[in-house]
């Protein structure tokens, strides 16, 4: 490697990204593109960076994997940035083996910090678990350190488990003081902010008020009932009985949470549950059917009984009935809940992330674009998705698969 490339990716080390590209500017061999490529990507402009390093792993040769392999995972860790799930994460696997097989522990580790926050983004926690206890974060430098500690926080945070969440956090946040990168600081006091941002609101006796991750895991703690409306299941502290594919069952579940310990009149039942304006003799029909099958549904948790107005929700061992229900509610509430984490992102990553169809994904930001809810940047493939943060609302942290129409 000739002096000006060590010189160059001693600037890029040191922060001088000007410095960086004033040595490689003009050069068009492999690691000379790869340099330009980083040194883009950490000026923000991700689709040049993108080139770059696609020519940068053409560039090197058949022996030179590792290069060929930090290249990869450079590319795509600038699609995770710009929140591009389409990344083939076949390929970035293939980079991991290859940069272990060739004894690159930390560029390795790296590449599986990528594939667990992609996982974390699409909600497979499960997975995204099973790697990252694979994972040994002892040898990594501050930099990677801060990375592996915000996955953990990330799946804690999903989990409910707040006080793992904190401990990460601040874990994080020394890595980023000790690595000295002002944007991984920033990275991990964003995400700290999500634990002192309502996540949730809570519905109880006509009234309601908004929940702190912390008092959303008590809450799945106590004695009470909850009628989740987030990941649409009916629970107790033991029990969890999920409606999340039968939405006319959850949608009568909810109304007769709502209202406990009241009953709810059979007209308001049809309205919430079959969006009839008018009750007739079908609708009763219906309904009848429909409340046999929530009581079987929730036998284990609780009774459906009928009054002379409708139906009444009757907990099981005389506990209180809550309803937790998302910070906003409106049509489009899933997708603003992605964009305002403040990044960009493309219709196809938010239609993957939501398990909707581009179509209906690309429906509802037209849709909340009209309102000026978001805003788009870019054309055809390039154009890209935000809305700043709204206040009083985390990201994806208590986001459930999309409910079924129907």
């Given amino acids: 490697m000739d002096s000006l490339i060590i010189a160059a990716a001693r600037a890029l080390a040191a922060g001088d990204l000007l410095g960086a590209l004033k040595r490689v500017a003009l050069r068009d061999d492999a690691p000379a593109l790869a340099l330009r490529g980083i040194t883009m990507a950490r000026l923000g402009d991700f689709a040049r960076a993108k080139d770059l390093l696609r020519r940068a792993g053409r560039a090197f040769g058949p022996r030179e994997a590792v290069a060929r392999a930090r290249c990869v995972v450079a590319e795509a860790e600038i699609a995770l940035v710009s929140r591009d799930l389409s990344f083939p994460a076949k390929a970035l696997a293939a980079a991991r083996a290859a940069l272990d097989a060739h004894g690159d522990a930390l560029n390795a580790a790296h590449a599986g910090c990528l594939e667990i926050r992609r996982l974390l983004l699409i909600g497979h926690l499960d997975e995204a678990e099973r790697m990252l206890a694979k994972l040994d974060p002892t040898p990594f430098p501050p930099a990677l350190r801060v990375g592996h500690e915000l996955v953990v926080a990330g799946i804690a945070m999903r989990r409910l488990r707040t006080k ?12 980023a003081r000790r690595a000295g990168i002002a944007a991984l600081a920033a990275e991990v006091d964003i995400t700290a902010r999500l634990l002192t941002t309502p996540a949730a609101r809570l519905i109880a006796r006509g009234s309601e008020r908004p929940l702190l991750l912390d008092d959303v895991e008590a809450l799945m703690g106590s004695k009470a009932l909850v009628v989740d409306a987030c990941r649409y299941v009916v629970r107790n502290s033991s029990t969890t009985i999920s409606l999340t594919r039968r939405p006319v069952l959850f949608s009568l579940a909810r109304a007769l949470g709502e209202a406990w310990p009241q009953d709810v009149s059979r007209g308001t039942l049809i309205a919430r549950a079959f969006r009839g304006k008018h009750a007739d003799e079908s609708h009763r029909a219906r309904l009848r059917v429909e409340i046999g099958r929530l009581r079987r549904a929730l036998r284990p948790l609780a009774d459906l009984r009928a009054t002379p107005e409708g139906f009444v929700l009757a907990p099981r061992g005389r506990r209180e009935v809550v309803v937790l229900a998302q910070p906003v509610e409106e049509e489009h509430a899933a997708v603003l809940a992605f964009l305002s984490d403040g990044e960009a992102w493309s219709s196809s990553a938010l239609s993957l992330a939501l398990g909707a169809s581009q179509r209906t994904v690309q429906r509802a930001l037209d849709t909340l674009a ?24 985390t990201t994806t942290l208590l986001l459930p698969a999309p409910l079924p129409s129907g």
């Avoid at 793992?164 to 020394?174: D, F, I, K, N, T």
């Avoid at 000026?372 to 870019?378: E, H, L, P």
């Fill in 370 to 393: 009209a309102t000026g809810k978001v805003q788009s940047v870019g054309r055809a493939r390039a154009r890209r998705w935000m809305t700043p943060p709204i206040p009083g609302f």
């Fill in 164 to 175: 793992p969440a904190r401990e990460a956090l601040a874990r994080a946040g020394v890595a």
